[in-house]
């Protein structure tokens, strides 16, 4: 026979195995639901990014700064480089600038002239390092998105090239940065390239040939909206100094659209 301590005993295992039992039935009526609610809840949004257009080439204020002799004597040494095959010195152009560069500086300050000395390497970015925040400042469905982020799929990613008063045949490459640093630009930022593009063309929306990491790149600063990151381009025929570097005066500009998925809970 068994004791009534024995009986109770037994009892208080079948009510517990009972009872823990039920909770996790419990929990996964409750996960049922919750899946149900977010699946009826969930939101997706067509989105369109426009970054701000960033000016390529020298300043026409600097060039004002710069004499009719100098800047001949710029396009003698630039064309005597070209007739014997070989890249111009960029270190010979600083010099050959350095009054004109100190000149600006008193005058637009010293970030000017970085810019300056950025433009002569042929690398340009956006002054001010930004977030997906402030470009999508003015959606009014983001406010209640980015908290609820579950998934961001881009489908393009193109550039424009306007107001193109270049003289030179040339192409770019597009990098993704975490500054606005010209002189941090690594080769490992890169995300796209462009097409050739003549002398005087404008070019209006058209497909960057991208790397293979550049969308996964993208849609993860898109998840971290608040993450700051500038775009720089560079030109690589600048870099070689086989371009005009004071002829090239355009405005280049990125756009990226998708889909953003989220739960408004």
Known sequence: MFSRSHTLFI????????????????????DSVTDSINDSARQRQNFELRMDPLPVGVPEEFLAYIPEDVRAEYEALLAEYRENGEPADIDTLLEMFDDYIQMAADEFGQEY??????ALHGKFCLPIAQSIDDYMV???????????????????MN???KSNASTAHIHFNFYLTDSADWEQITAAEIFGVTDW??????????P?????DAYARMENLMLHPSTDFSVCVTIPEIEEGAADLLMISQEVQIE??????FVPL
Not at 16 to 23: E, N, R
Not at 138 to 156: F, M, N, T
Not at 256 to 261: E, N, P
Request: hydrophobic content about 50%; overall charge negative; aromatic content about 8%.
């Open 11 to 30: 009892l208080l295992i079948i009510v517990s195995a009972f009872v823990l039992g039920g909770c996790d039935v419990f929990e996964d009526v409750q």
């Open 113 to 118: 002239v970085d810019m300056i000395i950025g």
């Open 138 to 156: 003015d959606e009014s469905w983001w406010s209640d998105a980015k908290s609820h982020l579950e998934e961001v799929e881009i489908s393009e």
């Open 159 to 161: 550039y424009k090239v």
């Open 197 to 206: 593009i003549s002398a005087g063309e404008n070019v209006d929306w058209t």
């Open 208 to 212: 960057l040939i991208v790397e293979a």
């Open 256 to 261: 990226l659209s998708g889909i953003v998925t």
